[in-house]
Nanobody, 124 residues
Framework: QVQLVESGGGLVQAGGSLRLSCAAS????????MGWFRQCPGKEREFVAA????????LYADSVKGRFTISRDNAKNTVYLQMNSLKREDTAVYYC?????????????????WGQGTQVTVSS
């Protein structure tokens, strides 16, 4: 079992940056692949980014490629999502996820643990 707590969300102007953090507790952090998803009201939760156990392999949604960067610090049990060049359409609740697996999945069913989410609002 692992518990996930997100932080770092907030209000930012279009073109700005935010860094989200997700602190994990419980089982050994380095045994999990980690990811970020987001969800807008009335919409499905969608994949944003994922990262392998070592941090050597990443996967991004096309909509954020080149603007967002996922990283992890296994010594601090934390995964990050650096978001640059933010757009209004990036507004959503962002969720941290962990999977007890070696594969990086883009579907919510591939992930076993979820945080409570943090709101990101991008204004024009």
């Amino acid at each position: 079992q692992v518990q996930l707590v997100e932080s770092g969300g907030g209000l930012v102007q279009a073109g700005g940056s935010l860094r989200l953090s997700c602190a994990a507790s419980g089982r050994t952090f380095s045994t999990y692949v980690m990811g970020w998803f987001r969800q807008c009201p009335g919409k499905e939760r969608e994949f944003v980014a994922a990262l392998s156990r070592s941090g050597g392999t990443t996967l991004y949604a096309d909509s954020v490629k080149g603007r967002f960067t996922i990283s992890r610090d296994n010594a601090k049990n934390t995964v990050y999502l650096q978001m640059n060049s933010l757009k209004r359409e990036d507004t959503a609740v962002y969720y941290c996820a962990a999977a007890d697996d070696y594969r990086l999945g883009k579907t919510t069913g591939s992930w076993h643990y979820w945080g409570q989410g943090t709101q990101v609002t991008v204004s024009s």
